[in-house]
Every structure is written in structure tokens, then in C-alpha cells.
């Protein structure tokens, strides 16, 4: 299954907690500033998603789209 995932940059608080939960090691935390003054979640290897969802399972803020092809 391919998945995808769209990560709002300014709703996200840097927590890290999809970064720990993606299995495939997909999300690293950026080294730019959001507007919050927070270094956001970013996806740094889209190709490797299966859209498996547990990142946003994860996110306090509600900030992970998921997306899935079977
Ligand atoms: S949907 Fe699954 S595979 Fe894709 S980034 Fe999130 S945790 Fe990783
Ligand atoms: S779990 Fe949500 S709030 Fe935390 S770093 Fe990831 S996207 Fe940002």
C-alpha cells in the first residue's frame, strides 16, 4: 500500500511524537523556525510511506493527513 501524509507546518508544536511513532523513519523535525517559534515535523522521505496513519494517531495537535492508495 502507498500512503502520504501532509503535515500542517503551523499547527504542529515540534513534539516529536510522529517522528518516534512512523516505523519507516519517514518524519524528522525540521531546523526552521515555524511562526509558533517551534521546529515543525517534516517529511523528509515520502516515497517510504505506506500510510499506515500511526503518526497521526500520534499528534496532539491534530496536525497529520493521512492519505492511502491501495
Ligand atoms: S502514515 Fe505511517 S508510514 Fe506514513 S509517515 Fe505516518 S507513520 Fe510513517
Ligand atoms: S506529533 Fe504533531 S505536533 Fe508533534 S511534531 Fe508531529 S506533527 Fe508536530
Known amino acids: 500500500m502507498k500512503g502520504m501524509i501532509v ?3 503551523e499547527l504542529c508544536k515540534g513534539c ?3 517522528v ?3 516505523p519507516f523513519g519517514i518524519i524528522v523535525i525540521e531546523e526552521r523556525f515555524n511562526k509558533k517559534g517551534v521546529f515543525p515535523a517534516s517529511d523528509e522521505h515520502p ?3 505506506t500510510g499506515c ?3 497521526a494517531h500520534m ?3 491534530i496536525a497529520i493527513e493521512v ?3 491501495e
Do not use: N
Open 47 to 49: 516515497d517510504r510511506c
Open 59 to 61: 499528534c496532539p495537535e
Open 7 to 9: 503535515i500542517d507546518k
Open 53 to 55: 496513519a500511526m503518526c
Open 67 to 69: 492519505f492511502r492508495e
Open 16 to 18: 516529536a511524537y510522529c
Open 20 to 22: 518516534d511513532a512512523c
